[in-house]
């Protein structure tokens, strides 16, 4: 059975921090992968898609890469900003349709 | 382009009740989901759908029941409310490129 596995569960850093969240698959047969994130009480906004024939993508500060060798994937973050504070998930689809989410890093950027 | 819309937003239900959350996408999606998003325990998925007329159960599928008669719509349905069904319901959609979530259905069983 896939499990997600998201570290650091919470993270707390000054404003203009460089910094990366972590998320490991237990099954590495990953088809696609897919950062979110959600802010208090709210729903999940894509942040970035990696696909099948992909190994990164960036989009602003943000880069996401997929390891599949490890089933690892990181999201980095440059010059965070307290806008950044939220939560953020990852998720991962061993097929094209079932996706399996982490448990999430709560991040809190500080002014 | 509206997305995926889910109704209501907000739902109080006693014990033994049962309700339908709807959720409508508008973008030819053919995969659907329902997930609960319960504190500490990430999204779980209850079922799933690859198209009109397919449906397949997920992690936690108990309690509820879906139909997809068309592609557009994938309504999700509580047959007896519990307290243990309290939590956060967001429907998602994708073309097989990535999933596009609705905005949840907050849902309280007293």
């Known amino acids: 059975k896939q499990e997600v596995t998201q570290i650091p569960a919470a993270l707390s850093v000054p404003e203009g921090e460089n910094l990366v969240l972590n998320c490991s698959f237990t099954?590495?047969?990953?088809?696609?992968l897919q950062w979110f994130r959600q802010d208090p009480g709210k729903g999940l906004t894509s942040l970035l898609l990696i696909q099948s024939s992909q190994r990164e993508q960036t989009s602003g500060r943000l880069n996401a890469s997929l390891d599949k060798s490890s089933g690892r994937s990181t999201l980095y973050i440059a010059a965070s900003q307290p806008g950044d504070s939220a939560t953020y998930l990852c998720?991962?689809?061993?097929?094209?349709?079932?996706?399996?989410f982490g448990t999430g890093t709560r991040l809190k950027v500080l002014a | 382009n509206a997305g995926v819309t889910q109704t209501p937003k907000f739902q109080v239900l006693k014990t033994g009740q049962s309700m339908t959350l709807q959720c409508a996408q508008d973008?030819?999606?053919?995969?659907m989901s329902w997930y609960r998003q319960d504190p500490g325990m990430g999204l779980r998925l209850i079922h799933y759908?690859?198209?009109?007329?397919?449906?397949d159960q997920g992690e936690v599928p108990n309690g509820y029941n879906v139909s997809r008669s068309t592609t557009e719509d994938f309504p999700l349905r509580l047959l007896s409310a519990a307290p243990s069904q309290t939590s956060v319901y967001f429907c998602a959609s994708s073309s097989g490129l990535g999933y596009t979530f609705g905005s949840g259905t907050r849902l309280t069983v007293v």
């Open positions: 973008m030819n999606h053919e995969y």
């Open positions: 998720a991962g689809a061993s097929g094209t349709y079932k996706y399996i």
């Open positions: 099954d590495s047969a990953i088809y696609n």
């Open positions: 759908s690859v198209g009109a007329g397919i449906t």
